[in-house]
Nanobody, 123 residues
């Protein structure tokens, strides 16, 4: 399975972006999906995750109320709607999939990773 994340870009503080993560070469319809981000000089951090069904969603405290994770009807595309963006949201955003770890924030549990998409929020 290959994951491709896209939708990043440059936006002013207070603006919004919608990231997408599409699967190819297989299906992730039975996988739990997550978004992580990594800013320069910082460790990769959990952003949000959604269960395969998709009844369960988890968010990092830093994005609660601003970001929304969802997935398509066929469950093979995952979205991250990012509103009220802040400069501290600037990072490379990665999508990931895991089959058995549920909506975990532990990145080591995720088996498949996309290549990342850059999000830059200017002040």
């Amino acid at each position: 399975v290959q994951l491709q994340a896209f939708g990043g870009g440059l936006v002013q503080a207070g603006g919004f972006l919608r990231l997408s993560c599409a699967a190819s070469g297989g299906t992730v319809s039975r996988h739990h999906m997550g978004w992580f981000r990594q800013a320069p000089g910082k460790e990769r951090e959990f952003v949000a995750a959604i269960s395969w069904n998709p009844a369960s969603k988890e968010y990092a405290d830093s994005v609660k109320g601003r970001f929304t994770i969802s997935r398509s009807a066929n469950k093979n595309t995952v979205y991250l709607q990012m509103n009220s963006l802040k400069p501290e949201d600037t990072a490379v955003y990665y999508c990931a999939a895991n089959e058995y770890g549920s909506t975990t924030y532990v990145y080591a549990v995720y088996e498949y990773w996309g290549q990342g998409t850059q999000v830059t929020v200017s002040s």
